[in-house]
T-cell receptor
Framework: NAGVMQNPRHLVRRRGQEARLRCSPM?????VYWYRQLPEEGLKFMVYLQKENIIDESGMPKERFSAEFPKEGPSILRIQQVVRGDSAAYFC?????????????FGPGTRLTVT | DAKTTQPNSMESNEEEPVHLPCNHSTISGTDYIHWYRQLPSQGPEYVIH???SNVNNRMASLAIAEDRKSSTLILHRATLRDAAVYYC?????????????FGTGTRLKVLA
């Protein structure tokens, strides 16, 4: 059973460009979570999605960031007009259901560098 | 903000047991205690979780204090592959909350 897949693993963008990060959850998982990790810090929750629905985006910056999880295909985290402060590792996790009992399965992350 | 407190770093010798402490003095009755670890350049990996009773699985053991204000993750025989950052996280079972609030964790160094 393949784990959570993220691509690309490394992404370099110049300031002002757009970054698109993709996440394919584990088979059978319909819940996706995005986290951001700055260097030497813990992960910070960004957004929680189910198929075609954003459930909680309380951790998303108000501007330039958006996320989607369409009926078909991977979940996408989109960052418009990137700035140097967006440089970080972005992790996606999935779970078969919501709730506090079961674990989330994390992908290997996408490391975004803004030059 | 994270509701747990962990030492920044710890060292252990290979093949010896490791006890990673976590303080959570403001824990509520419905908070589950989760442990994850993050190996270098990888995403976090689930280790173990519990509510009140001690828990064992193939990776580790979780010892929970009687008052639940602290817990200890026990690796019975540390290997070099256990070198990672270990996160202790509380998650509220009553509200069904799903988001993990990560602190800075404990960086475990395993000496050969």
């Amino acid at each position: 059973n393949a784990g959570v897949m993220q691509n690309p693993r490394h992404l370099v963008r110049r300031r002002g460009q757009e970054a698109r990060l993709r996440c394919s959850p584990m088979k059978g998982h319909s819940h996706v979570y995005w986290y951001r990790q700055l260097p030497e810090e813990g992960l910070k929750f960004m957004v929680y999605l189910q198929k075609e629905n954003i459930i909680d985006e309380s951790g998303m910056p108000k501007e330039r960031f958006s996320a989607e999880f369409p009926k078909e295909g991977p979940s996408i985290l989109r960052i418009q007009q990137v700035v140097r402060g967006d440089s970080a590792a972005y992790f996606c996790a999935s779970s078969p259901g919501q709730g506090a009992f079961g674990e989330q399965y994390f992908g290997p992350g996408t490391r975004l560098t803004v030059t | 903000d994270a509701k747990t407190t962990q030492p920044n770093s710890m060292e252990s010798n290979e093949e010896e047991p490791v006890h990673l402490p976590c303080n959570h003095s403001t824990i509520s009755g419905t908070d589950y205690i989760h442990w994850y670890r993050q190996l270098p350049s990888q995403g976090p990996e689930y280790v173990i979780h519990g509510l009140t009773s001690n828990v064992n699985n193939r990776m580790a053991s979780l010892a929970i204090a009687e008052d639940r204000k602290s817990s200890t993750l026990i690796l019975h025989r540390a290997t070099l592959r256990d070198a990672a950052v270990y996160y202790c996280i509380l998650r509220d079972g009553a509200s069904g909350t799903y988001k993990y609030i990560f602190g800075t964790g404990t960086r475990l160094k395993v000496l050969a």
